[in-house]
């Protein structure tokens, strides 16, 4: 009875158990929802005389990231189309990605096709890499968006900027990392993050595709429907024999014509199952209908199109002199005789058809397109068979990084005082392949860790200490990799940023300015600010662009030659382009005459310094000095004090001490 007892226990912990799981699994998204709202709300906050700079930044994140996706949605599931390895040419018209519009550059991808070696490929995106590609456009064009004198009114300084994206089923969600800080007058305020959150169903449209994608080359819908346009139509000769003792011929280019346009009527008439479409007469739904869908998709619209203007290829035999001809059944005595008895005439084509396909999918509620192409393909007038399998995504990072076979050994190093070498050790080396980071290990006393990394091409080798710059190389890692990566350590320096006059003169900043000094090299960047909440910078030895402005308080109006500029927004049309998504711009003529000013630039430094570890061994202090002739009053001092300052006059080196 004890051990019924403890059975029945355990049932009802383990059922316990795995109702948590689910419930887990179940509302992950609202999860993350509700806890990416709680932040957004957070970042909300912010003091009266920083909103309107907020607002012009979440206005322009919002347009960017918009345009991230309207991009991807049109290349099918990518910001950027992979470049093919072997060029579109005559030689390989297809190419992996099909020119919708000829001539120009609105493309999108194949997710399936056949390389010009006749290999299949699939160029299916995943949610991993469809949030990196959203994640670095918006990173990498953010900043052409705000007006650069918005950043100087407000006397902002920027750092770089990193941007997370969340796919959900019905939204996309943008999470940018962009430290901004702003300084007027008296007022000092810091920003973070951003939150934009775009009402665009691209998880939702996602799984659609792939589903879609699955069903294809399980059952080869598209095929069959072409194999039909073989047999259902008399411009298009195929396989019968008849009693004429007149023989037919076709001109093969007649028939290649023929046969694209009826490939391009059939295919606009198909209908997806379980989304929003209509059918004419019962016809149209029994046989144009295709069910590749698992579920109702009643909000999009789903349309298949092909295009007499794109690539196809034919060919077909028996063909003599650019005909088709019959197969005349004249095989042995038998066939002789009854070819010349009853005028026995055989037709028998085999044909090897490729074409493009494009898919598109459009929900009404939210705008938006998503599209993707297919390579259509029959071979001896079968449908392709399937080399690839089905889409499966699995868990990417895990997969590359346990398929690590490549030996690769690396030494990492550090410069010391007199210039030498030195092993490092209690360094982590990992490498970075696409998404994946695989860990290799740590170096030993002598600097050395030794380990195994997935064959992988344009990889990032990284070395982390703490207390050092990190150090990355781009390796490639198809045979066995030797490398050594030097390392740079990091010094903590005490700042103090110092005015110098047209007299040479050394003096501080008063309350009212604002002064920034920016240190770039090749690989990495610090900014010094003044006034500021930190005292201190982390600096290595290398050769930097010195770089800083001082913006004092000053109020002048600037007039200017009438200045024309021309804003334009696309507008839909109807027609190819609104099947499409694009259209014609609509553009409005903005006219400037003058512009007033708070504040203006009253100094600044421009020079090259070359530091080295011998220098900042034993350092505890850099003093930075910007050139500031004085603060302008008009144009023409302004011109002056730039001019003052592009030609070096009045700058120094930064000081250690």
Known sequence: MRKRGQFTLFVIVGLLIVSVVMLGVYYKDEIFVSEWEKQKAQSLVVPEEAEEFKIAVDDCINEVSLEALKILGL???????????????????????????????????????????????????????????????????????????????Y???????????????????????????????????????????????LGRMYDAATQIMDEENENFYLEELSYDSLTLYEEVPLSWTEFDCERETWEIEEVENSLQEILVNNMFAVKMKGTDYEVNNDAEKNYFEWSALNENYGDYNVNVYASQS??????????????????????????????????????????????PVLLTMYDRNSNYRFQFAIQVVLDNNQPRTNELGLIDFGNAED?????????????????????????????????????SKCEIGTTDSNGDVFGYVPQCVNGILIAEKDGFATETEVVTTIEEVSESLIIDKLYNLSYEIMLVDDNGNVFAPTGEDIVFVTLASDDYSITAYYPTETDYVLLK?????????????????????PLEFVSCTNVLTKGVDDIFGIGEKDCNVLEFESAEFENVVSGGVDIIWDVEVSDLEGARKVTFYVASPGVPENAEELEEMMNYIDAGLGSREPELS
């Open 310 to 355: 794109w690539p196809f290829t034919m060919q077909v035999t028996p063909v003599e002199d650019g005909e088709l001809k019959e197969d005349t059944l004249n095989s042995g005595p038998l066939g002789g005789l009854l070819s010349s008895l009853f005028c026995m005439t055989s037709y028998n084509f085999i044909y090897d058809i490729k074409y």
């Open 155 to 201: 006397n902002a300084t920027v750092k770089a900027i990193i941007t997370d994206v969340e796919i959900q089923n019905e939204k996309v969600f943008f999470t940018v990392t962009y430290p901004i800080i702003i300084a007027v007058d008296d007022f000092y305020f810091k920003f973070e993050n951003f939150y934009i959150a775009q009402d665009v169903p």
């Open 75 to 153: 290349h099918g599931g990518y910001i950027k189309i992979p470049a093919d390895a072997i060029a579109e040419s005559d030689l390989n018209p297809f190419s992996n990605s099909l020119e919708i519009i000829d001539g120009t550059d609105f493309e999108t991808a194949y997710w399936f096709y056949f390389a010009a070696n006749n290999v299949q490929k699939k160029q299916v995106p995943t949610i991993e890499s469809m949030q990196i590609e959203l994640g670095a456009y918006v990173s990498n064009n953010l900043a052409r968006c705000v007006d650069e004198d918005f950043y100087v009114n």
């Open 399 to 435: 997969t590359l990084c346990v398929d690590a076979q490549t030996p690769i050994d690396v030494y990492v190093s550090s410069e010391n005082y007199y210039g030498y070498l030195n092993a490092e050790e209690n360094v982590k080396v990992s490498l970075q392949c696409i998404t």
């Open 541 to 561: 030895a290398g050769n930097y662009d010195v770089d800083g402005k001082v913006v004092s308080s000053s109020s002048f109006s600037l007039d200017l030659d």
